[in-house]
């Protein structure tokens, strides 16, 4: 594009009172919770906005890029993928070095406007090659995220959302703390969890608010040029540190995830026919329901549960001829949550 | 431009497009949701799952064991007068296909997000519409959440009408629209009820349609030697005669729409933003926004730039487009399918409009890939070179596959 266009339509961006925002991250990191965080509290005060959600891969892990456009008019508010954002917002500061070409395209598009990265550094230290003239901003979030999710590492989605609102200005604090109860009020959560995750996140989302109220602007021009080349791997462990593995489904990557779980499957030895239909190879998708026969354990017969695998799905308890697999909260089982 | 009411009473949530649809049919009260998993449907069943679960809305869900079975199933229910829900894209239309292009005079509403045929990517263009087009359904094509949850409502009526019964697809782009959280107003229930009435099936039809479903029957149960061979064209020729009557319902339901819940969307066509304009952009969907917004940077460079936005895919509204189009100098028709419908469709409507306006097409957007708000504006500057007399392409594709190669290039057929 070049800069004449920009002008063209910066301008016609100002009159219309339209502006843009650009959110790259990587799928589980919140990108979507923020979306619909922000959204609630745009909605809370009678704005117009649309989001285009754009994803190159479809995989756990992959880039995702959200742009969300706000205005007084919703016939003329664009839904291309591309267009001259006011603010990019990168999850993690390794979305400035990924040899993506989709990132490419956002990065290309954005030649002034401000800069919002979730980053221990300062903006001066940040190695940004794309052609680029505006102010910057870090604020590193991660604590934050993982004091309100209680997850090490933590996706940071909820804490951005705050994050951005508060450097922009574009929803006032109240509207946000709305719409982050609205979040988990949406969620139907049960009342030990809903008292457990509601607090701390509204606790988490005003601290990231005021960050960003507070966060210093520096202004920054970008090298134009790259020097070095930083691939996927940088990526892959991010998307890694999220899920388990992007590929593998839990048991085999051998890595927990006893986090994901809202449900777990409790065994009644009083309904069990002994049918063996529960048995992991065949329906478990996570292969973690396990017979034990006479000898194995203290019991005659003995259906374990294993925790750290089990997702909470429910197929057990479909299949299961008499009943004897129920569903409960996890949070109401003993020793289910992490 | 006027933005959409914003009535007092509604309440405001936000949805995506899905999630608006799925609200259209429950106020809409639709009692039976069918569902066959296909991206980016699920949402509109998963949505209706919700309700149905939470005792918001009483019905239930069917699940089947493919997309032709699911349409069967959706006809049947139909005919025997009980208002559905299904929603499906590209491969799922291509699998129910069978059933899909033999649907007749059954009154459905088919909510279709856009996504490209086949080849593994999941991208919105507007080929599974395109498909649609050719076996007499009812094309209603929309811009925004708001729109999706509007048109439902509306689409229902017309479906139902004792002239129409016809089914009816309505097209929005996948991701852009059907995953695109936005603020919708929800109208008042009691309002939608007089609007809506309950749907009551066959036994009120008249009696010329009653003979329609005889003979139809008979093909469809395969008892070929009732059919003779006269009465095949003349079903048809009712199922037409349906269509242009869908098209006059259209405008007579937007406006009894408007006048109840604040919000009226223009009918088959509409030009409010293309009076007086010399070069005129025609497309549809996703497109709407950023094309408007080029349109003011276009205005703001001394074109006389405007935009039309066309509702009804088909039957196209050719009459109405002659008229709205009659002053302009050329028309960009912008297509986001390899067929060309709009330019093709444009071409034949202004063909005995004098002086002529003069057509040009672009082919933008296929699978997904973006068209931004230069890309619009570079076609509203070669609409301007064209009325000033200079050689542009007639019909072009914009192609963006390298960085160095990008561009319009002209269609090798044309």
Redesign the interface.
């Known amino acids: 594009m070049d800069s004449e266009m920009v002008k063209a339509i910066t301008k016609a961006k100002a009159r219309l009172g339209m502006t843009e925002a650009v959110f790259l991250s990587v799928a589980g990191q919140g990108g979507t919770t923020a979306m619909h965080v922000l959204c609630n509290a745009l909605r809370r005060e009678d704005k117009f906005f649309n989001v285009t959600v754009y994803s190159r891969g479809t995989m756990r892990g992959g880039p995702v890029y959200h742009v969300l456009r706000m205005g007084s008019n919703p016939l003329m508010l664009p839904k291309s993928q591309i267009t001259q954002p006011d603010y990019m917002v990168l999850f993690d500061e390794s979305k400035i070095t990924v040899d993506d070409p989709a990132s490419e395209d956002f990065m290309a598009s954005f030649q002034s406007g401000l800069l919002i990265v979730n980053s221990p550094k300062s903006p001066q230290e940040l190695y940004y090659p794309w052609a680029f003239s505006g102010e910057a901003i870090c604020v590193n979030v991660n604590e934050i995220a993982e004091t309100m999710s209680r997850m090490r590492p933590a996706p940071p989605g909820l804490a951005i959302a705050a994050l951005f609102a508060g450097v922009t200005q574009v929803v006032s604090s109240a509207s946000l703390e709305q719409a982050v109860e609205d979040y988990f009020s949406h969620h139907g959560l049960h009342v030990a969890q809903a008292a457990r995750l509601v607090p701390a996140n509204l606790n988490g989302a005003r601290r990231a608010y005021e960050a960003g109220q507070s966060a210093k602007r520096v202004h920054l021009e970008g090298l134009g040029v790259r020097t070095k080349t930083v691939r996927h791997e940088k990526l892959d462990e991010i998307g890694d540190s999220i899920f388990p593995d992007s590929e593998l489904p839990p048991y085999q990557s051998g890595k927990n995830s006893s986090m994901w779980r809202d449900y777990v499957s409790v065994w009644s030895d009083a309904n069990c026919i002994r049918c063996d239909c529960c048995y992991s190879w065949l329906y478990c998708p996570d292969q973690c329901i396990d017979i034990k026969r006479p000898g194995q354990s203290g019991k005659a017969y003995d259906v374990v549960v294993d925790l750290g695998y089990c997702k909470g799905c429910g197929v057990c308890e479909e299949v299961c001829p008499a009943g004897a697999l129920s569903l409960r909260r996890a949070d109401l089982v003993a020793g289910a949550l992490p | 431009?006027k933005?959409?009411t914003?009535a007092k009473l509604q309440k405001?949530?936000?949805l995506t497009g899905n999630e608006a649809i799925g609200w259209g049919a429950r106020l809409a009260r639709v009692p039976l949701t069918f569902i066959f998993p296909i991206g980016p449907s699920d949402e509109v069943g998963e949505t209706m799952g919700q309700f149905y679960h939470t005792g918001q809305l009483k019905g239930r869900i069917m699940e089947l064991e493919g997309e032709d079975a699911t349409v069967s199933a959706v006809a049947a229910a139909a005919a025997n007068g009980i208002r559905t829900l299904f929603s499906t894209n590209s491969q799922g239309i291509q699998k129910g296909w069978a059933c899909l292009s033999t649907m007749g005079r059954t009154p459905i509403v088919l909510p279709v997000p856009h996504r490209l045929l086949s080849r593994g990517y999941?991208a919105p263009d507007w080929m599974d519409h395109v498909i649609l087009r050719d076996v007499g359904w009812v094309l209603i094509n929309v811009?925004?959440?708001?729109e999706c949850l509007d048109m439902m409502l509306q689409c229902y009526k017309i479906a139902e009408d004792a002239e129409v019964q016809l089914p009816i697809s309505l097209g929005y782009?996948g991701?852009?629209?059907s995953?695109?959280?936005?603020?919708v107003f929800i109208p008042d229930q009691e309002d939608v009820d007089r609007f809506l009435p309950p749907y009551r099936g066959p036994n009120e039809w008249e009696e010329v349609l009653k003979e329609d479903w005889r003979k139809i029957g008979a093909v469809r149960r395969g008892r070929m030697e009732r059919m003779v061979e006269s009465t095949y064209p003349e079903i048809n020729y009712n199922a037409h005669r349906a269509l242009a009557k869908a098209k006059e319902l259209l405008k007579r339901v937007d406006e009894e729409y408007g006048q109840l819940f604040g919000r009226r969307w223009g009918g088959p066509i509409d030009a409010s933003m293309s009076q007086g304009a010399e070069v005129v952009m025609v497309t549809m969907g996703?497109?709407?926004?950023?094309a408007?917004?080029a349109a003011?940077?276009a205005r703001?460079?001394g074109i006389k730039a405007g935009v039309l936005k066309v509702r009804l895919f088909n039957p196209i509204p050719a009459p109405e487009l002659a008229e709205a189009l009659k002053d302009a100098k050329v028309v960009v028709a912008l297509d986001r399918d390899e067929s060309a419908v709009l330019y093709h469709g444009l071409r034949s409507a202004l063909y005995s409009v004098k002086p002529q306006p003069r057509v040009i097409g672009r082919i933008a957007g296929l699978s997904?890939t973006?068209?931004?708000?230069?890309d619009m504006?570079a076609f509203f500057e070669e609409g301007a070179a064209a009325a000033r007399g200079k050689a542009v392409t007639e019909l072009g594709w914009l192609l963006k596959a390298t960085r160095e190669a990008q561009g319009v290039v002209p269609d090798p057929n044309y």
């Open positions: 431009m933005a959409p914003k405001a949530l936000t999941v811009e925004n959440c708001q782009d991701w852009e629209i995953h695109s959280d936005e603020p996703a497109f709407l926004g950023t408007r917004i003011e940077i703001d460079q997904g973006s068209v931004n708000i230069d504006e």
